[in-house]
T-cell receptor, first 118, second 112 residues
Framework: NAGVTQTPKFQVLKTGQSMTLQCAQDMNHEYMSWYRQDPGMGLRLIHYSVGAGITDQGEVPNGYNVSRSTTEDFPLRLLSAAPSQTSVYFC?????????????????FGAGSRLTVL | DQQVKQNSPSLSVQEGRISILNCDYTNSMFDYFLWYKKYPAEGPTFLIS?????DKNEDGRFTVFLNKSAKHLSLHIVPSQPGDSAVYFC???????????FGGGTRVLVKP
């Protein structure tokens, strides 16, 4: 049981290049999400998905695309990288979203992908 | 506009003493609050949570207090241990929402 797996762990891009950050989970979680972590800003939600074929925007979606063709995978695409996208990116998942009457479903995070855009 | 704020970026405490981490929020629609702990080069891990219908939740050495009128929550760690040295994030969820809003984090250093 690998949990949430993110690849690559490190990436350096030049401005204008494109790339995809991969996220896969083997826990049959319906809910998946992408966050970026910047100093002093905490974790900010980029995009999320409540199930295959369904995605929605978070706080900071501009410059990022996502798709959810399978339950297991939730890739994050940067179409034209900018220095402002230099950050650490975290993918997180939970069994059934954040909606529950008995308590908050806990997010399981991946180990992160550090991206530098020059 | 940050809806969840952790005003202390860092905290240093002696082993065995109490660590108190604070978090303020502005949105009265938040109904659930969580604390996550993060070690370097790892993803955050869940620590403890509290519903807005409670004012206290305890789990071993960790206790979270919620003051709804002040829109303030705090995490107490007693006694603090060197392994508690990490960054702690508070997070909040709106009722019927699918988004977590995180604070900026507080870095805790527990000195032996």
């Amino acid at each position: 049981n690998a949990g949430v797996t993110q690849t690559p762990k490190f990436q350096v891009l030049k401005t204008g290049q494109s790339m995809t950050l991969q996220c896969a989970q083997d826990m049959n979680h319906e809910y998946m999400s992408w966050y970026r972590q910047d100093p002093g800003m905490g974790l900010r939600l980029i995009h999320y998905s409540v199930g295959a074929g369904i995605t929605d925007q978070g706080e900071v979606p501009n410059g990022y695309n996502v798709s959810r063709s399978t339950t297991e995978d939730f890739p994050l695409r940067l179409l034209s990288a900018a220095p402002s996208q230099t950050s650490v990116y975290f993918c997180a998942s939970s069994y059934n979203g954040l909606l529950t009457s008995s308590g908050a479903n806990v997010l399981t995070f991946g180990a992160g992908s550090r991206l530098t855009v020059l | 506009d940050q809806q969840v704020k952790q005003n202390s970026p860092s905290l240093s405490v002696q082993e065995g003493r109490i660590s108190i981490l604070n978090c303020d929020y502005t949105n009265s629609m938040f109904d659930y609050f969580l604390w996550y702990k993060k070690y370097p080069a790892e993803g955050p891990t869940f620590l403890i949570s509290i519903s807005s219908i409670k004012d206290k939740n305890e789990d071993g050495r960790f206790t979270v207090f919620l003051n709804k009128s002040a829109k303030h929550l705090s995490l107490h760690i007693v006694p603090s241990q060197p392994g508690d040295s990490a960054v702690y994030f508070c997070a909040a969820r709106k009722a019927a929402g699918n988004k977590l809003t995180f604070g900026g984090g507080t870095r805790v250093l527990v000195k032996p």
